[in-house]
Each structure stands twice: as structure tokens, then as C-alpha cells.
């Protein structure tokens, strides 16, 4: 039987990948959770095998989930989907410890095929990501959002989505100052010097679906 957790902040999301997963003999849905935050208190608590999560929640977002849970050295293995489908940010979360990668586009037989994969003990990428993947390594293609950490992009993707520095603070639990060196430090490494330029590259590198996300002024 493979234990799993549903983790996205989309209610219609979650019945739909519900619907399809509660009716195959060997998946069982342990809980479900509309933040990062619960998420990881769910998996904390039942440690499943798998765990499909958004990278795109309000607070803390899947790359930050998919860090603590591979430094934590949780058993769980993280499936992202989402609707970014560029190459660059798949390999962003796989360096960050996520097993799996779908786009929301995908089809039943694909979703289901991707839990038993990574439940097997397999990497299962979606066949374009893959695809993807494969062309930028033989190009040579580099992302300038490869040259910021971890955080320094979770503190980006709060930015563009209009989020103040000291509500930053308060989901990150730093300080708005320490928050404030991020975005300078990111914003220097990126040589962008608004928070619309820093809208705009994300959005030319995958990083940034424009129709979910609210673009902040400064």
C-alpha cells in the first residue's frame, strides 16, 4: 500500500487528484493540507512514502517544504506538480530533493504512474520536463536564478507575488532587516534593480506562472 499526502492550496485541486488516487487498491491518502506549513505536519506525523505538493502556496512554498523534508531525512518522497513546465525549475527542485515532476496538464494514468514510480524507488520526470531537461544540458544553458540559494529565491518568489518585507519575515520567521538583505542580495545577483524586471526574468525562465501570481510595484 503506498501512504500518501496531498499538499496544495487549491481545494478543486486537491478533490480532483483525490478522486482519481482514492479509487486504485493500492494508494491510501493519509491527510490532506492547504499550506506548506501543514503539509509538513502531516508528513511529520505519517511519514508516507509519497507526498504531491504545489510549488506555489501562500507562506512557505514547495522548494522550502522539499528542503526541510530532505534535511530532516524524512522517508517521504516529494512529487511537485505544477503548471511551470520550463526545464529550469524542475532541475532547481530536484537539486532541492524532490523525486518527481508533473505538470498539472497531466492525464490520470500519468499522475498514477508517476506515484508508483517514485513509491518504487525511481525518479519519474514528466516525458516533456525530461525532454527539456536533456536539451538545456546539451545547449549549456544556464538559468541566472541557479546562481541564488535556496532561500534567496523563496524570498523572490514571495516578492513578485506582492508580499511586504515584514510579511515576509513573519512567514520565513526572519527579521524584515535580514529579509531586506535577501532582496538586495538576490536583486544584485540577478542585476535587476525592480521588483517588475525581477517578474519579468522569472517569467522568461519558468520561474513564474504570470495568471496565479499578483506582481508586486517595488
Known sequence: MINLVLIDDHELVR???????????????????GTAEDGLKL???????????????????GIELTERVARAKLPTQIII???????RFPK????????????KGCTAEELLCAVRQV???????????????????????ASPFDALSSRELEVAMMLVRGKALTTIGEQLNLSPKTVSTYKQRLMEKLQVDHIV??????????????????IGGN
Open 43 to 61: 508528513i511529520r506525523a505519517h511519514e508516507p512514502e509519497i507526498a504531491l505538493v504545489d510549488v506555489h502556496m501562500p507562506g512557505m512554498s
Open 15 to 33: 478533490t480532483g487528484f483525490r478522486m482519481i488516487l482514492q479509487q486504485q487498491p493500492d494508494v491510501h491518502i493519509c491527510g490532506e493540507a
Open 119 to 141: 513509491a518504487g524507488g525511481r525518479r519519474y520526470l514528466a516525458p516533456a520536463v525530461a525532454q527539456q531537461l536533456a536539451l538545456a544540458t546539451l545547449d549549456g544553458e
Open 197 to 214: 524586471s525581477l517578474a519579468h526574468l522569472m517569467t522568461i525562465h519558468g520561474l513564474l506562472d504570470t495568471h496565479n501570481n499578483q
Open 92 to 103: 532547481r527542485l530536484l537539486e532541492a530533493g524532490a523525486t518527481g515532476y508533473l505538470t
Open 81 to 87: 506538480i505544477t503548471v511551470v513546465d520550463d526545464a
